[in-house]
């Protein structure tokens, strides 16, 4: 767990750890997956270094712009 990881956190990591080697989940991996989880909750909840919450929809928040094409109305005569 990185240095900055609060108490709550390192708990997480701790307790999905146990709960992969008891289920023998993840053989080998348990401590990479368990750190994953709680970075990624970390960065969701904005408690990482560059201090911004991620999007929740996820992605890089780019949208395209509608490409669509409006259907024209011809002017009466």
Do not use: C, W
């Not at 701790?14 to 994953?36: D, I, Q, S, T, W």
Request: no cysteine.
């Amino acid at each position: 767990m990185p240095k900055g990881a609060s108490p709550k956190r390192e708990r997480e990591y701790k307790e999905l750890e146990h709960k992969f080697e008891k289920e023998g989940r993840y053989p080998g991996r348990e401590e990479e997956v368990a750190a994953r989880i709680v970075n990624k909750q970390r960065a969701e909840a904005g408690e990482t270094k560059d201090g911004k919450p991620a999007s929740p929809r996820g992605g890089t928040g780019h949208r395209r712009a509608n490409t669509t094409r409006a259907t024209r109305r011809s002017k009466p005569s």
